[in-house]
């Protein structure tokens, strides 16, 4: 089997991007069992405020909330005035109001995470390829219900053209420069261990 490894990407900038949260519900959140809750809370809350400092567009998505619970407060937290769209469909991307609040942002690289990975994830990542749009799918901001289910949707992204990163490297390709003025706010908020010391030693030797 082959995968589109070979397509040409644009390089990801806070002038392309569009951030597109799926399903981040505390019911779903029991079910992860390919990584530890606490880091996919951290990664996923950490993207989310990088994204926001770098004023990334944020779209949000729900689905059934009476059977699969809110948004997880962690998030919630992060998106102040950041309205979501809760719907019934299984493929976000088959929501039209999904669909026109990404368009509405003008951006083309569409950065997608969800809860699971094999579905929320892949099958909008997969969805938004059709109408036009590169997708990245943040893997380690997503979670699956089993390390075989995540591993066939990373799979089955890959062989259509879904692009696969990890949290922190999206949000630093968007970031670009270290003496951009949001740099520090986005290593904080991406909560890299070494991070806090680099900006530590930074201010210590610029007052030495």
């Not at 809350?45 to 059934?64: C, D, F, Q, S, Y």
């Not at 059977?67 to 962690?74: A, F, H, T």
């Not at 949001?182 to 070494?194: C, D, K, S």
Request: aromatic share 6%; net charge negative; proline share 3%.
């Amino acid at each position: 089997m082959t995968t589109a490894s070979t397509q040409h990407t644009e390089r990801l900038t806070r002038n392309n991007a569009v951030l597109l949260l799926v399903d981040h519900q505390v019911g779903l959140y029991t079910g992860v069992r390919d990584i530890d809750i606490l880091q996919l809370e951290h990664n996923i809350v950490g993207l989310t405020r990088a994204m926001v400092a770098l004023k990334v567009p944020v779209i949000v998505t729900t689905t059934t909330e009476k059977m699969w619970g809110p948004l997880i407060p962690e998030l919630t937290d992060v998106l102040h005035g950041v309205e979501r769209i809760e719907r019934t469909t299984v493929n976000a991307w088959d929501d039209k109001r999904v669909v026109d609040a990404v368009k509405a942002t003008g951006r083309k690289n569409l950065i997608v995470t969800g809860i699971s990975t094999d579905v929320c994830l892949a099958f909008p990542a997969i969805a938004a390829l059709a109408d036009g749009f590169q997708s990245y799918g943040v893997i380690d901001a997503s979670g699956g219900f089993s390390q075989t289910q995540v591993d066939m949707g990373i799979l089955r992204m890959q062989q259509a053209g879904v692009v696969p990163v990890g949290y922190s490297n999206a949000a630093i390709e968007i970031l670009g420069d270290n003496a951009a003025l949001e740099a520090e706010a986005v290593y904080a908020a991406l909560g890299m261990p070494f991070s806090a010391l680099v900006f530590a030693l930074r201010q210590y030797y610029s007052q030495a």
